[in-house]
Structures are given as C-alpha cells and as structure tokens.
C-alpha cells in the first residue's frame, strides 16, 4: 500500500522533468531555425548583391514577357483565338513596325545619330569653356583631353632610348604600339556590342517564353509556396501581374506620345536631328522623373548649336512635354494602375541606381510597384484579424 505513495512523487518530479526538458528543446529548436534563417537571408543578399545585373535582366525578361501578355490579352477581347495564335499576331506585328522604322527611316536614324553625338560633345565643350572662363571647376566635365594633352608632352619629350621600342626600330615600335591599340579598342567595341546584343537576346527570349506560357510559370510559383499559403501567394501574383500590365500598356502609350510630340516640335523649330532626338525622348519616358532630365538636357544641348533662341523654345517644349506627361498623360492613364508618391519613387530611383547602374535606375518602378502591391495586400489582409484580437 505505501508503494503508490512512493511513486507518485516521482511521477510529478518525471512529469516535471519531461516539461522542463521538452521547453529547453523548443527553445534550442527556436534558436536553430532563426540562425539557420538569418544565414539564409544573409546568403540571400550576398547573392543578390553579387549577381544583381543577371536578377535584373531577368527581372527584365519576366517584364518583356507581362508586356507581351498584356498586348495578347488586349487582342482576346476583340479577337476569340488561341493564346499562342494571339501571340504570335502581336509578335508578328510589332516586327513589322520594327523593320517598318528600320527601313524607312533607318538611314535618318544613323545620319541624325552620328550628327547628335558632335553636336553633343561640341556643345559639352562650349559650355566647359564657358565655366572655365567664369571661373567655375569644371573637372568632372573631363572629356578625356588630359590623355592626348599627356601623350603630347611625352611625345614631345622623348626619352633616351626613343630612337628604339623593346629593341625594335622606332618605325617599327610605333607601329606595334599602334596596332596594340587598335586591336584592343577593336576588341573592347567588339566585346560591347556582343553584350549589349547578348542582354537584348535574353530578354526577348524570356520575355516570349514567359508570355508563350504563362500558366507554367504562374503554377511553378504557386508549387514553391507551402499548401496553407497558397491561395494568398496566388492572389499577390494575380494582383502584380495585373498592376504591372495596366502600368506597361500605360507606360508605351505615354511614351509614343512623348516620342512623337518632341519630333514633330523640335521638326518645328528646326532643330536638326528632331527625330532621333525624339526616339530618344521616347525611350528615356520609360525612366520617370529622372529620365524626362535626361532627355530634356540632351534637346537642350542639341539645340544650342543652332543658338539660343532655338535652344529657349526646345527648352519651353521640354517643359510642355513634361508637364503633358506628369499631369495630363499619367494620371489620366496610370490612375488605376500605380499610386506612388512622387518623392518616393525619386528616392528609390536614386537608391537602386546607384547601387545597381543603369539597369536599377530603369527597373526602379516595377520594383517598387510589386512592393506596394505586396504591402497593400498584407495590410489588408492582416488588418481583421489584429483587430478582432484587440
């Protein structure tokens, strides 16, 4: 009879132990996890730090391939047909209006290109001088005068051994120092244009294969998320995809109409390159804020050479063009598609691109656009059950 009094204290003393025990191993668990996600998230960044231009061109490729979609979507309403026949009529039309420019005006294009450029640097070199004479530092104006003005004095002092290079005759040595040159330069462009042709193949590649099937990829990213989450994860996809596609469809009609206002205006004038500077003026609409600056210092410069009363009424253009854009053109269009203070998106605009470049810097609103989306979703979503709580 006294053996059931004599365990049951060392069943609590047990229970107690066990309790005590299984909480210290929640909490190493706990510990566990939350260094292995802070490692992850590290390693996430480091990542994403190091290989920042490929996430972006792709991120650009995955844009390419909304734009796409949408266009295809847009030709469903009106016509019934299948996605890929949709595809395919969109994709078909945009290379004939391509080859279409590229025949009609593509020796205009070259011609007002190769004029531009002069004119630009002859006018950046004006208004060095200008500086300069005005006593202002005009150092980070450096047009890369200092290296010929280098080689002129050394060539003008020559050493001791001139009259030989690496035991070549000086005819000789000069000539190798020159092809030298002329090979790496060569090299250099050559390596350039197949860059920049090699990022332009990515993105129409995986802009067509994300728009060719986009319910593989919308499923593969719904497949990634754990089976509780999935129907949240599926309605921030649905409502990004549709964000971004409202704004890409907003964002082209903006930016033909800058492009095709800035031509026939400064045609106008009578501003030589009119066109080339409106492509330009167009493409750089893609960039808020920061790239209508661009555009507008590029006319303005392009105008200067055919002086100044030329260069005011670019000027005044600009300003129409840029105020047509921001108040009359993006709300009227952008209205339903993206609320973004203006401050805000300048701001990250600036942030990402001077840590990502360029393609930070042109890719800034789609990014900030899909973390609104994200956090409207959360606050929206985590708001009800906050307050039955409270």
Same mark, same amino acid.
Not at 26 to 42: E, K, S
Not at 55 to 82: C, D, E, K, S
């Given at each position: 009879?006294?053996?059931?009094?004599? #365990?049951?204290?060392?069943?609590?003393?047990?229970?107690? &132990?066990?309790?005590?025990?299984?909480?210290?191993?929640?909490?190493?668990?706990?510990?566990?996890?939350?260094?292995?996600?802070?490692?992850?998230? /590290?390693?996430?960044?480091?990542?994403?730090?190091?290989? +920042?231009?490929?996430?972006?061109?792709?991120?650009?490729?995955?844009?390419? @391939?909304?734009?796409?979609?949408?266009?295809?979507?847009?030709?469903?309403?009106?016509? !019934?047909?299948?996605?890929?026949?949709?595809?395919?009529?969109?994709?078909?039309?945009?290379?004939?209006?391509?080859?279409?420019?590229?025949?009609?005006?593509?020796?205009?294009?070259?011609?007002?290109?190769?004029?531009?450029?002069?004119?630009?640097?002859?006018?950046?070199?004006?208004?060095?001088?200008?500086?300069?004479?005005?006593?202002?530092?005009?150092?980070?104006?450096?047009?890369?005068?200092?290296?010929?003005? +280098?080689? /002129?004095?050394?060539?003008?002092?020559? &050493?001791?051994?001139?009259?030989?290079?690496?035991?070549?005759?000086?005819?000789?040595?000069?000539?190798?120092?020159? @092809?030298? +040159?002329?090979?790496?330069?060569?090299?250099?462009?050559?390596?350039? &244009?197949?860059?920049?042709?090699?990022?332009?193949?990515?993105?129409?590649?995986?802009?067509?294969?994300?728009?060719?099937?986009?319910?593989?990829?919308?499923?593969?990213?719904?497949?990634?998320?754990?089976?509780?989450?999935? /129907?949240?994860?599926?309605?921030?996809?649905?409502?990004?995809? #549709?964000?971004? #596609?409202?704004?890409?469809?907003?964002?082209?009609?903006?930016?033909?109409?800058?492009?095709?206002?800035?031509?026939?205006?400064?045609?106008?004038?009578?501003?030589?390159?009119?066109?080339?500077?409106?492509?330009?003026?167009?493409?750089?609409?893609?960039?808020?804020?920061?790239?209508?600056?661009?555009?507008?210092?590029? $006319?303005?410069?392009?105008?200067?050479?055919?002086?100044? $009363?030329?260069?005011?009424?670019?000027? $005044?253009?600009?300003?129409?063009?840029?105020?047509? #854009?921001?108040?009359?053109?993006?709300?009227?269009?952008?209205?339903?598609?993206?609320?973004?203070?203006?401050?805000?998106?300048?701001?990250?605009?600036?942030?990402? @691109?001077?840590?990502?470049?360029?393609?930070?810097?042109?890719?800034?609103?789609?990014? $900030?656009?899909?973390?609104?989306?994200?956090?409207? !979703?959360?606050?929206?979503?985590?708001?009800?059950?906050?307050?039955?709580?409270?």
């Amino acid at each position: 009879m006294t053996s059931p009094r004599d #365990e049951r204290p060392r069943t609590r003393t047990d229970q107690v &132990a066990g309790q005590a025990s299984g909480h210290a191993w929640d909490q190493a668990w706990a510990i566990a996890v939350g260094g292995i996600g802070v490692v992850l998230f /590290t390693a996430l960044l480091a990542f994403t730090w190091y290989f +920042a231009a490929t996430l972006l061109l792709i991120f650009a490729g995955m844009l390419f @391939g909304v734009a796409l979609n949408a266009l295809t979507n847009a030709l469903g309403r009106r016509i !019934h047909l299948p996605h890929t026949l949709r595809l395919a009529i969109v994709c078909a039309v945009l290379a004939v209006m391509l080859a279409g420019v590229a025949y009609l005006g593509g020796a205009t294009i070259a011609d007002q290109a190769s004029l531009l450029s002069k004119t630009i640097k002859s006018q950046i070199t004006n208004v060095k001088s200008f500086l300069d004479s005005h006593g202002v530092d005009t150092s980070f104006f450096d047009l890369g005068s200092a290296a010929p003005a +280098a080689a /002129t004095d050394a060539g003008s002092t020559p &050493a001791p051994n001139s009259g030989s290079h690496g035991g070549l005759p000086s005819g000789a040595g000069a000539l190798a120092s020159s @092809g030298g +040159a002329i090979v790496s330069q060569t090299f250099k462009l050559l390596f350039g &244009a197949i860059s920049a042709v090699g990022n332009i193949f990515i993105v129409l590649f995986l802009g067509l294969a994300f728009a060719a099937q986009p319910i593989i990829y919308h499923d593969g990213l719904l497949f990634l998320a754990p089976a509780r989450h999935r /129907t949240r994860v599926a309605l921030i996809i649905d409502r990004v995809s #549709e964000t971004l #596609e409202r704004w890409l469809i907003a964002q082209i009609v903006v930016m033909i109409a800058v492009g095709v206002v800035t031509w026939i205006g400064l045609a106008l004038i009578g501003i030589p390159g009119s066109f080339i500077l409106g492509i330009q003026a167009g493409l750089l609409a893609f960039i808020p804020t920061v790239g209508a600056i661009i555009a507008g210092v590029i $006319v303005v410069l392009a105008s200067l050479a055919s002086g100044w $009363v030329a260069a005011l009424s670019a000027f $005044v253009l600009f300003l129409g063009v840029h105020a047509m #854009e921001s108040y009359v053109l993006t709300p009227l269009l952008q209205r339903q598609a993206l609320d973004i203070p203006p401050a805000t998106l300048f701001a990250f605009q600036i942030l990402l @691109g001077v840590v990502f470049g360029i393609w930070g810097l042109a890719l800034a609103l789609p990014l $900030v656009a899909i973390a609104k989306v994200m956090i409207d !979703h959360f606050k929206t979503y985590e708001a009800p059950p906050l307050a039955e709580a409270a």
